[in-house]
């Protein structure tokens, strides 16, 4: 890219980003993993945007100081935040100068001219703390539509998919997602033309009726036959498996591009339960606020109850090609708030019908490859380690399940000007389960009388998938054991080219559905206090059978044997016990008295709920030298937090579980102590590994 000149002081920066982040993040991510646990009282509680504002956003004054400052240098605010977390802006190259002390210079890359800063943007002492940075300083070329083309002659159409991945039981029950919205993330406009057209082909008598939503003005229908292939891909595909859902495309314009869309894709949260993002950006070469930014988004959204998804790229395990052929992921995909899409392949049979028996392989052909490998900029989440996962890096791994990607074996079919083509890509998987989502939602909400959407999903998806793998339930993704993506194998249970495998919707649904591990969770508590008030708190424990003392209640010390998969969460003898632990609150716990009126006079009275003032961890603490013991307390620490607001007389107010790991041969023991509204009561578990 080569320097042309700088920017005439009067060229329009149409939408800059002031992005101030998110504070408390640990916070937040405690009451995201509370909505996903059904043993805590938070569970599909979604926030609004005023409680994420006050609690997670920047303080009232401080948001409105960063927005004076830049108004006073002349940037007009064309949109602010409900969450406090981000100011919009517009302005000509003069104001940037002004106010951020950076040139914007001209650059000519492959005979077109962009813009971009000369240098970083700086602030004064006073407001550098509040911003974490800028962005939409430039238009240099980043985000990257992921569909290929082939010129093949059989695909898959939406009765073909829903036949690959168990979706047709879901709509024999009459699903169809009434209810569900979803949300397709775009930069391109598309002819309604070719969207009817599409209908009357492979939906009939269905009509996709998909609604434009613009974050800016429109831009048109992009002469780039990628953007304009994309946008249509997604439309047709997010509509086509759950056609009375709410489709909603949202579209950014050039200068505000794929964050314009995104973010209004969230601040509107009604138009999409589920975002299906099919874009792609080199992690590597990614500046560090833009990952952050795309990674608060996504937080924001699983909090309102959205469930993101994006695609993990063509581009094997190397995703800044053409550039770079080192090993990268994509900096859209690797937010442990978003599930990560990559890619199979599995061939049609002579007629072109997807065959009764299926067997996928990992995506890698000479269109492309499943995107999959290692993040460098986000650690490990905490459900990818109670999966077990740690011995593959000590950061967030990817993709997180895969679909069918490859254009040729067997493609996806769409109009496009009015004739059909074979595309694929891992973008393509992406607004397909889009709409498979849409119905697992619809029927897990009927089921459970919840409403809403069923937000950062991938927790979830992890604990299948491990329970899968332990035998202990039927298979809910179909494991992709063959092939690679150019570095990483496929291999049974998790691997970097396909995640878990490619995800049954029947199976998915009626596991999001059913009961839980532990519920009630009276099943999985641990008493440890002899007084009338014990019940303030008491350690819950997942696991399948219990070491029990002589009045038949769980013991205090529970031991649980390396690689055992009734108590050991990630079912490998790997040296360590990981065992999933959370504190409940004012349990009405009747087990005591039962015992007490069938003559075991030694067993405990029963306990009344009162109203608990205050929850402090005692141990483990943390520990400079033990990274173990203080990954235990950070867990434990980190589900507190998700605790609702004390004092609290909530019956059964319960933590998240987190995944507690016991080295072998060893123990821990956990205690936590609460005051209670009479007395302060310590309860207290040492959980023991043995070898496997």
Excluded at 15 to 34: Q, T
Excluded at 309 to 335: E, F, H, M, N, Q
Excluded at 537 to 549: A, C, K, N, S, T
């Amino acid at each position: 890219m080569d320097r042309a000149g700088l920017a005439p002081g009067d060229l329009r920066l149409e939408h800059v980003i002031v992005f101030l982040g998110l504070r408390d993040r640990d916070g937040l991510e405690a009451v995201i993993a509370a909505q996903q646990d059904r043993h805590s009282a938070r569970y599909q509680e979604w926030l609004e945007p005023a409680e994420i504002a006050d609690r997670f956003g920047a303080h009232r004054l401080e948001y409105e100081r960063v927005r004076r400052w830049f108004t006073e240098h002349g940037l007009e605010v064309v949109r602010d935040s409900p969450f406090r977390m981000a100011v919009a802006g517009a302005g000509t190259a003069a104001h940037i100068e002004a106010a951020l002390a950076t040139r914007i210079g001209l650059f000519r890359h492959q005979g077109r001219l962009y813009h971009g800063p000369l240098a970083d943007p700086a602030l004064p002492e006073s407001l550098a703390a509040s911003v974490a940075g800028v962005v939409g300083l430039d238009d240099l070329p980043k985000f990257r539509p992921l569909t290929t083309i082939s010129g093949g002659s059989t695909a898959l159409a939406p009765r073909d998919f829903a036949a690959a991945y168990a979706v047709e039981p879901l709509q024999a029950a009459g699903l169809t997602g009434t209810g569900r919205s979803i949300a397709v993330i775009a930069r391109s406009n598309f002819a309604d033309s070719d969207v009817a057209t599409f209908s009357d082909r492979f939906l009939a008598p269905v009509r996709l009726t998909p609604q434009r939503v613009f974050a800016g003005a429109d831009p048109g229908i992009l002469p780039d036959e990628g953007e304009r292939i994309e946008v249509l891909l997604d439309t047709q595909w997010a509509g086509s498996l759950a056609p009375a859902a709410a489709l909603n495309v949202v579209i950014g314009t050039q200068q505000g591009n794929i964050p314009e869309a995104l973010e209004t894709a969230i601040l509107t949260r009604s138009i999409g339960d589920v975002v299906s993002v099919s874009f792609g950006l080199c992690e590597p070469a990614a500046p560090p606020v833009i990952t952050d930014l795309f990674d608060a988004l996504y937080a924001v959204a699983n909090s309102q109850g959205q469930t993101v998804i994006v695609a993990s790229g063509d581009s094997g395990a190397t995703d800044c090609l053409p550039s770079s052929r080192a090993l990268a992921v994509s900096g859209l995909a690797s937010s442990p708030h978003a599930i990560a899409v990559g890619g199979t392949s599995f061939p049609l049979d002579p007629s072109g019908n997807v065959p009764p028996m299926i067997t996928e392989s990992v995506w890698n052909d000479d269109f492309g490859a499943s995107g999959g490998g290692r993040s460098i900029v986000f650690a490990m989440p905490r459900y990818q380690v109670g999966a077990g996962l740690t011995a593959l890096s000590p950061s967030r791994v990817l993709p997180d399940l895969a679909l069918a990607a490859s254009p040729r074996d067997p493609g996806y079919v769409i109009v496009e000007g009015g004739r059909e083509r074979i595309v694929g890509g891992t973008s393509a998987g992406v607004p397909a389960l889009a709409g498979v989502l849409a119905l697992v939602n619809q029927q897990v909400a009927q089921s459970r009388g919840v409403m809403g959407g069923l937000g950062q999903l991938v927790p979830q998806l992890y604990r299948l998938g491990n329970e899968q793998l332990r035998g202990l339930r039927a298979p809910v993704f179909r494991d992709v054991t063959a092939g690679n993506n150019g570095a990483f194998d496929a291999s049974p249970g998790f691997d970097l080219a396909t995640g878990w495998g490619a995800p049954l919707a029947d199976a998915l649904a009626g596991a999001l559905e059913g009961p839980g591990r532990c519920e009630p969770e009276l099943v999985c508590l641990v008493p440890s206090d002899r007084s009338s008030t014990g019940c303030a708190g008491e350690w819950l424990v997942e696991q399948d059978l219990f070491r029990v003392r002589r009045n038949g209640l769980p013991a205090v010390r529970q031991t649980c044997r390396d690689g055992d998969p009734q108590c050991d969460a990630d079912g490998v003898a790997d040296g360590r016990c990981t065992v999933r632990v959370g504190l409940c609150l004012n349990v009405f716990d009747f087990r005591p008295a039962l015992l007490v009126r069938s003559g075991m006079r030694r067993g405990l009275p029963r306990c009344q709920p009162g109203k608990v003032r205050g929850v402090h961890l005692v141990s483990p603490g943390a520990s400079g030298r033990d990274p173990v013991k203080t990954a235990n307390h950070d867990a434990l620490v980190a589900a507190l937090r998700g605790l609702p607001q004390l004092p609290t007389s909530l019956d059964g107010a319960c933590t998240a579980t987190v995944p507690i790991i016991v080295p072998a041969s060893r123990h821990v023991t956990l205690r936590a102590r609460i005051a209670d509204s009479r007395v302060p009561v310590m309860p207290r578990v040492t959980l023991a590994c043995t070898p496997g």
